[in-house]
Nanobody, 122 residues
Framework: QLRLVESGGGSVQEGESLTLSCAAN?????????SAWFRQAPGKDREGVAL???????IYADFVKGRFSISKDIVKNILYLHMNSLKPNDTAMYYC???????????????WGQGTQVTVSS
């Protein structure tokens, strides 16, 4: 089974930056072509943030375009989320996940990490 471990969360001021990491170990159950970041704020649904597909292409949610960047170290099997110009409404638990299709549709992702908290203060 694939184990995903996120790190890098923390508390920052508005406008600052953070980089999240997600280390993958083990073998996935099922196909594993997309590596993605999701987030969930208190009282809100989990939402897709960005994905990195096996062909190197990326997809971003509109609310992070131009501010966040996703990348992956293929050799080390570590997924990153570089977050710039952070806003208070970026405050959430951030999760990494893997899935079979090139989509941020929540239901397609079967392997999830435990999450790392990001808190942005104004």
């Amino acid at each position: 089974q694939l184990r995903l471990v996120e790190s890098g969360g923390g508390s920052v001021q508005e406008g600052e930056s953070l980089t999240l990491s997600c280390a993958a170990n083990g073998h996935p159950s099922g196909d594993y072509y997309s590596s993605a970041w999701f987030r969930q704020a208190p009282g809100k649904d989990r939402e897709g943030v960005a994905l990195f597909y096996s062909d190197g292409s990326t997809i971003y949610a509109d609310f992070v375009k131009g501010r966040f960047s996703i990348s992956k170290d293929i050799v080390k099997n570590i997924l990153y989320l570089h977050m710039n110009s952070l806003k208070p409404n970026d405050t959430a638990m951030y999760y990494c996940a893997t899935g079979p299709i090139r989509s941020l549709w929540l239901g397609s992702y079967k392997n999830w990490g435990q999450g790392t908290q990001v808190t942005v203060s104004s």
